[in-house]
């Protein structure tokens, strides 16, 4: 069984644009059983690097109105998907893809919070602070290769009081796309396990995007979890957007997680329909391959559980509770 920590199939559907990764029809063969499903309001894409390193400007902040419009069209859709809603660990079993229902930015939100108790009635379970742009609650990291996370300033006061607002609540905060500062602010003021739904590791590969010793270490302390991202170019070493990536650099940063703060802080965070994947993963079908990858690397059917589905239920339960 498979639990995922992030996917854009959501706004991919809103956008018109044919589904890539998560063709639902797979997941009982490949054993996905689902996990977070991202609202996400898009920013225009960048244009690509031309460059082997690259700096791209944080894109525009999105008025909240325009943001909070977009937001509820693909909650409709998401209320759409053949899936069950999930709100609780169990939810998740290998016959059904559950999914959790997880905004990625949180521009549709109100910033004196006055809208968060009808989202978390419509089963609002995780939220990220932002997806790299600036809005009311927090400024995330730009896409940026050689570079740490730490590229601007912490929360807002809106941001603190949105934190500690999911905190009572147990809705669980995303840190991927959130600077260094933003991190640390998080850290501090929430009570759950630290948790990247979407991020990896940036010893091995310098992007913005991906997470530096001592943020993994912080990670591990709090009981969190890492979801590995596929994205080839949060992936290889030289930062490309290059298809011809082989699955074994998902296993090394896997590993280099395990390693340094315990397989027990480990798991899937594809971006599938958000990202350029490694030619062998082009969808959920692929899973079985990956997890294969795995055990080829020597991973034990007790650590290839944890990566799976168990670290993520740990810490779904843990935060929820
Ligand atoms: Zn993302």
């Not at 943001?67 to 209320?79: H, T």
């Not at 379970?125 to 940026?144: D, H, I, M, Q, Y």
């Not at 905060?173 to 009570?191: I, K, M, P």
Request: glycine share 8%.
């Amino acid at each position: 069984m498979i639990i995922d920590g992030h996917n854009d199939l959501v706004s991919r559907i809103w956008r018109n644009e044919d589904v890539r990764h998560v063709h639902l029809d797979d997941a009982a063969e490949a054993g996905f059983a689902g996990g977070f499903f991202a609202l996400y309001v898009p920013s225009p894409a960048p244009a690509p690097p031309t460059t082997v390193h690259y700096a791209l400007p944080l894109p525009d902040p999105v008025p909240r109105e325009e943001a909070a419009r977009v937001a509820e069209a693909e909650y409709e859709i998401f209320c759409s998907l053949p899936v069950e809603l999930a709100t609780a660990a169990e939810d998740f079993r290998p016959d059904r893809v559950a999914a959790i229902l997880h905004i990625e930015g949180a521009e549709p939100l109100a910033p004196d919070l006055s809208d968060l108790g009808t989202w978390y009635d419509r089963g609002l379970r995780s939220l990220g602070l932002t997806w790299s742009r600036a809005n009311a609650f927090a400024e995330g990291v730009p896409f940026r290769f050689p570079s740490t996370g730490d590229t601007g300033p912490g929360l807002t006061d809106a941001g603190k009081a949105l934190v500690r607002r999911c905190d009572e609540l147990r809705i669980l905060v995303d840190l991927s796309h959130l600077n260094e500062a933003g991190f640390w602010d998080v850290a501090e003021l929430s009570s759950a396990p630290l948790v990247a739904t979407h991020s990896n590791v940036n010893a091995l590969c310098a992007s913005s995007r991906n997470l530096t010793d001592p943020q993994l270490d912080a990670v591990g302390k709090s009981g969190g979890v890492v979801g590995i991202n596929f994205a080839v170019s949060f992936l290889r070493e030289d930062g490309h957007n290059d298809a011809d990536t082989p699955l074994a650099e998902i296993v090394r940063h896997a590993k280099y997680i395990a390693d340094r703060i315990g397989v027990d802080h480990v798991a899937f965070g594809s971006d599938f329909d958000g990202a350029l994947m490694p030619a062998e993963l082009d969808g959920i079908a692929a899973l079985p391959k990956l997890v294969e990858e795995f055990r080829r690397a020597g991973w034990d059917e007790d650590a290839v559980e944890k990566l799976t589905h168990r670290n993520w239920q740990r810490v779904l339960g843990e935060t929820w509770r």
